[in-house]
Nanobody
Framework: QEQLEESGGGLVQPGGSLRLSCRATEINLEYTPVGWFRQALGKEREVVSCVSTTVGSEYYADSVKGRFAISRDNAKNTVYLQMNSLSPEDTAVYYC??????????????????WGQGTQVTVSS
């Protein structure tokens, strides 16, 4: 049974914005780090952003700093990734993931135990 579900992907023009959502069932996201990763065609999966259980503790890859923002809505058990100023280089499948029993983020995909199915983001004119 799926525990994480991403949504919000789609086709957007360069310079546009999207907001991705990661909704959880059977996992309380408030008590686990949540990471956003992406995988472009022919490339390895890479970390985009992560939010730990400590308020204000967030990580962003250099490539998205100043453009992307991660946030939590604990009432909805959802983590968001607001993506602004998108460029074709942001085109990828975006995944959210959690690492249960830990409080801190990690930049390594292998450190995350639960993954969603991914949502496609395509930036093109």
């Amino acid at each position: 049974q799926e525990q994480l579900e991403e949504s919000g992907g789609g086709l957007v023009q360069p310079g546009g914005s999207l907001r991705l959502s990661c909704r959880a069932t059977e996992i309380n996201l408030e008590y686990t780090p949540v990471g956003w990763f992406r995988q472009a065609l022919g490339k390895e999966r890479e970390v985009v952003s992560c939010v730990s259980t400590t308020v204000g503790s967030e990580y962003y890859a250099d490539s998205v700093k100043g453009r992307f923002a991660i946030s939590r809505d604990n009432a909805k058990n959802t983590v968001y990734l607001q993506m602004n100023s998108l460029s074709p280089e942001d085109t990828a499948v975006y995944y959210c993931a959690t690492r249960l029993t830990f409080h801190r983020c990690s930049v390594l995909a292998g450190d995350f135990s639960n993954w969603g199915q991914g949502t496609q983001v395509t930036v093109s004119s």
